[in-house]
């Protein structure tokens, strides 16, 4: 059995998002998730398969008390931090495509620096107990500073540089400007990136993602019912999850500069049953820049060692030939850890994006990248 | 007797991972190895992944090392650490085929390129822990 067009994304939810916030993280899921129910034309006790955000600081059973949901009969967690996003997609595709429920709920709500520093939380995150051991011990205790060493090896091997890093970051601030709900609304130059400061060498401030606060939340619901719901559906045509070889840390990996989502983007494309051709806009993730050329290159849109070229000359900006991250991505708009990716690619195959459109938008792939080098991603078309 | 408290993260040691810990603590690289098809893997793990033994042993390394990557680290993030930043941080090869990541002591990261030869140093922070180090060979 294939998962292709089997479910349908039919409902989006979005707070404001903010640097900082005195309201639970809880509360704002609720926002975000009242808000996708209504958009789909649901009531929330249609809900029946809940997929909540492991470190969101809620619950399936928060649900159920929350919104009084009668028969609450599919619940699972995607613990791939921020792949976690679209590997719910795949999981809620699954348990609507099995018949285990109708209309699923996936939710992320985060906190910012109003529930602790990265860096504490990470701390507490079991997949990083060998770095937690072996590695921050001796400085390495943040993200940046993870994945600095595959970008610096990146350039070392393939002479990626800096300003190519940037092109991503000053792209992704240009379409942030298009959106009223992205928080870093100031234009950048490529002189502004060059000139921002060192915090894990290669890896300036401007290619490092925002903190934020808020919730998003998309419905998923099955394919056959959806059509009926109040928006146009958007189906999942593939998605997959891939993890890298020896993930426990990225010094550990084989090939650092390569990432789960090589093994799982050919699955998505084959169940799909489309080509990098017709992609017509993608929402990758982007904690840091390297981050998304390095997934251009693992899912196939240039070869490895020629992100860097591809990601110049407008290529990636509205109106290029792969329009990337039309809302700002998690580096301009919010990190809201993937889920806000999801509701950007569904309102641009709704052809609901205003002054961010792409023009005829039919078919487009979102991604998530994790931690270690969890890869997942999804393939959504009208 | 007054000396400052030590301030960095500490490692939480397992029983697992202890015989790393205490070669470290002796000036002496100690890896694990599969007692039954002999594949070194660090770090220290119960499975061993080319033939599912459970049965492992601990050999002695050579501390010598080829740079497989780095990072200059200029916010330090954990406060501790603010007062050596920028510190150089090496992913290395080391010469059992397994990989480490470490410090890089007295080098010019302008000078670094990948595949440079290291070699392990000691660095003794707390009676109990030493910390692993590299310096250019």
Redo the contacts between chains.
Sequence with gaps: MSMRDKACVTGIGETRYTRETTRSQAELTFEAALAAIADAGLDPKDIDGVVPYVMGGVIAEDFVTNFGLPDLRYSALTPMGGASSVAALQNAALAVAGGLANHVLITLGRGALSTGRI?DRIGQMPQF??V???????????P??FY???A??HM??YGTTSEQLGEIAVTFRKHAALHDNAMMQKPMTLADHQAS?????PLRLYDCCLESAGAAAVVISRADIARDLRQPPVYIGGVAEGHPD?P?????RPD?CRIGLAKAAPKAFAMAGVTHKDIDVAEIYDCFTYIVLCQLEDMGFCAKGEGGAFVQGGRIALGGELPVNTHGGLLSQAHIAGMNHIVELTRQLRGHAGARQVANAEVGLVTGYGDLGDGSIAILHK | MNAPSYDKPLPDISPLTKPFWDGLREHRLVLQACSHCHTVRHYPRPVCDQCYSMDSEWISGTGRATIHSWAVNHHPFHFAFKRESPFITVTVDLEEGVRMQAPLRDADASTLTLGMAVQLIYEDVTPELTLPAFRLA
């Design positions: 860096t107990r060998l937690g051991e072996f590695e921050m011990p001796m400085g390495t205790v943040a940046a500073q600095a060493p595959m610096r090896r070392e091997l400061r060192m915090i894990a060498d020896s426990s840390t990225i010094t550990q650092i």
